[in-house]
């Protein structure tokens, strides 16, 4: 029996669907905040997930809890391979930027279901890439309605800044999905890791730094991109799409302004934000 | 490398030159660089054959800065470059 899965991701229409049989349970019930709006009836799929049972006989999975650093997505002619990197023969499945579609192996019905989540959010990234969007490591809090965007490597103070900040003005503590609509940029919540799935207009990003003294420092837009990228969720080894995401950046760092901030562990910065 | 080698840039590297300042992008790498404005009047300046001495007189004017510092500077910025594979020699 085929069995079809409609969701929604950040407004995005998705389709999951098995030929083969019913789907894994963990698929089919996906965390409620995936399918929290109730679906128009035209829905028209944007993205295509594809759910395709390999033989698990000769399996032999590692036992871990399904982190985004233990998958490697390779290039392969315009088609990417999502693998595992413990053991690259593994494949998890296989992502079709162009078309919008993408495979996901299920090896038994419990073997890799760590990866499903993993594999979603890499393979939306991909998607979104076509267009120049991207998933960004960051975390983001909303103030009179619009969004403040804090993203810089571990360690920098993302999370360390969104603790200062009610639950209710984060919008998330790790991922952010910035995208372009009629000529202003958005921050979203992903759903896989947020307590709060507002869309809000973004109003600035800031780099933050741990430091002794508060000191908030404007960017160039290439200082700003050469900051932003190296964040990027997976950022997917092709030209095109580096080309995609650069020509959105360009736009987006004229628009908004960045900044880097020199801050040290107390609420200061809040004022200044 | 000397002043007299010819150099051409990586086709493969996206880049972007925004308000005299260059970001360069190493796909296979995932890394992202960004150039001052000297590095990325050097690399604006790097065409399909593109020979290292004529970098330097072209960014001693543009920049109005002696040859022989510039010559030993644009030299070892170029050959970074290639180390890189953002350049190549042709």
Redesign the interface.
């Known amino acids: 029996m085929a069995e079809v899965l409609k969701i929604k991701i950040a407004g995005k229409s998705i389709l999951l669907k098995s030929e083969q049989g019913d789907l894994p349970g963990y698929i089919r019930n996906l965390p409620a905040d995936f399918q929290k709006k109730a679906l128009p009836k035209s829905f028209k799929r944007k993205f295509e997930y594809l759910v395709l049972f390999q033989d698990a006989s000769q399996m032999r999975f590692p036992k871990d809890n399904g982190l985004d650093s233990a998958i490697e997505i390779k290039n392969n002619s315009g088609r990417f391979d999502v693998l595992l990197k413990s053991k690259p023969e593994i494949k998890l499945g296989r992502i079709y930027p162009d078309k919008g579609k993408a495979d996901f192996f299920v090896y038994g019905e419990q073997l890799n279901k760590n990866y499903f989540i993993p594999f979603l959010r890499n393979s939306f990234q991909f998607f979104i890439a076509q267009a120049g969007e991207f998933i960004l490591h960051a975390s983001a809090i909303v103030k009179n309605g619009e969004g403040t965007v804090f993203t810089g490597p571990s360690g920098a103070g993302k999370t360390t800044i969104s603790n200062f900040y009610s639950k209710e003005s984060v919008l998330s503590d790790e991922f952010i999905y910035l995208r372009k609509i009629k000529g202003e940029y958005f921050i979203s919540a992903m759903p896989w890791r947020s307590q709060n799935l507002k869309t809000c207009r973004l109003a600035k990003i800031i780099f933050p730094k741990k430091s002794k003294e508060l000191k908030i420092i404007k960017e160039s837009p290439v200082a700003a991109i050469c900051k932003i990228m190296p964040n990027i969720l997976h950022m997917p080894k092709s030209f095109k799409i580096s080309e995609n995401i650069l020509s959105f950046l360009i736009e987006a760092t004229k628009k908004v302004p960045c900044y880097t901030m020199r801050f040290p562990k107390n609420d200061k910065f809040m004022e200044e934000i | 490398m000397d002043k007299n080698s010819y150099v051409s840039k990586n086709k493969?590297i996206?880049?972007?030159i925004?308000?005299g300042?260059?970001?360069l992008?190493d796909?296979?790498r995932?890394?992202?660089?960004?150039l001052n404005s000297v590095g990325a009047g050097i690399w604006d300046f790097i065409g399909e054959k593109t020979k290292i001495g004529d970098i330097a007189n072209h960014i001693c004017e543009k920049f109005d800065i002696e040859n022989d510092a510039a010559a030993i500077d644009v030299l070892e910025f170029v050959s970074s470059l290639n180390e890189k594979g953002f350049v190549k020699i042709v």
């Open positions: 493969k996206p880049y972007r925004i308000e300042e260059a970001v992008v796909v296979d995932g890394e992202v660089i960004h």
